[in-house]
């Protein structure tokens, strides 16, 4: 199979092309940045934006891809709040540009859009585990920008006949993310202070909120297995469907640590949270492909951990 990843220089990316290359797919990129893995895997790549219409649907002529993986999008929740018209216009537009091409040049290929579960948004604040059918309160830009060209993607699929399928992905974390993600910034943190380049002190907020972790692994597995599976269009969660307390997740990685690390409460970053309880039910994604998150928690943070003890100040 041929298959085509937009943004496939990020975090996500990274480890999606190498599970697509290990199961013998072709593949092609398109991004803005450029990375190592594209020569490793002799990737196609093609430095382009996605807001350039005539551009992508040239790529997609020449490539005639058999499944497109939709990954390019801003996604730092502060930079949204600070530039909320770009946000949208790479969020939507790019969704949308890419959407018009393929009713144009690939019209058989299969679409994989990756969304987010802060589409829910104070929907959560049911404290119940949240299902695809629940409607969207989305709080921020990124979180609106996400919903409205996860709909645009579902109109247009059922205007022009295209197989779309839009992963709703809860909090993933794993080797290679960058930090403004808990599970990085607490393993940066921890990493430093292990090498003394800072005090044994880690400087935290509130951290009793609940939420739905999932390694990278298994974020990867289920995206693989939407692609290669006949999964119908529609939205589907990708989640643990477990809740962990921020606080536990804590607790974890200083076990793993080892560290005689100690935990100050910062009052400036004591801000409960709206939703305490935000967690994803995986049921459909499930009967749809068998998928079931299958790499142990631990496991998870102690490799993450161990790539920040990698990395240098």
Known sequence: MK????????????????????????LAAIDLGVAPLFEELSVSFHHADLLDGETVRKILREEKPDAIVHLAAIANVPFA????????????????????????AAPEAKLLTIGSSDAYGLTAKCGKPLTEDMPCDPQNPYSISKLCAEQMSMQLAK???????????????????????VVSDFA????????????????????????????????????VSL???NVPTGIYNICSGKP??????????????????????????????????????????????????????????????????????
């Open 244 to 313: 962990r307390r921020i606080e536990d997740v804590l607790r974890e990685m200083l076990a793993i640590s080892g560290e005689n690390i100690g935990v100050r409460k910062d009052p400036a970053k004591m801000r409960p949270s709206e939703v305490p309880f935000f967690v994803g039910d995986g049921a459909k994604l499930f009967q749809a492909t068998g998928w079931r998150p299958e790499k142990d928690f631990r496991t998870g943070l102690e490799a993450t951990l161990e790539y920040w003890r990698e990395q240098k100040a």
């Open 227 to 229: 692609i290669e599976k």
């Open 81 to 104: 709040w600070e530039h909320p018209a770009k946000t949208m216009a790479v969020n939507v537009g790019g969704t949308v540009t890419l959407l018009e091409a393929m009713v144009e």
């Open 188 to 223: 940066s943190q921890i990493a430093a202070i292990e090498r003394g380049e800072r005090e044994s002190v880690l400087s935290v907020g509130d951290l009793t909120a609940a939420r739905d972790f999932t390694y990278i692994d298994d974020i990867i597995a289920a995206y």
């Open 159 to 181: 205007r022009y006949d295209l197989n779309v399928i839009a992963a709703r992905s809860f909090n993933h974390f794993g080797p290679g993310q960058k930090l403004g993600f």
């Open 3 to 26: 298959i085509l990843i937009t943004g496939a220089a990020g975090f996500v990316g990274g480890h999606l092309l190498r599970a697509f290359a290990a199961h013998g797919h072709r």
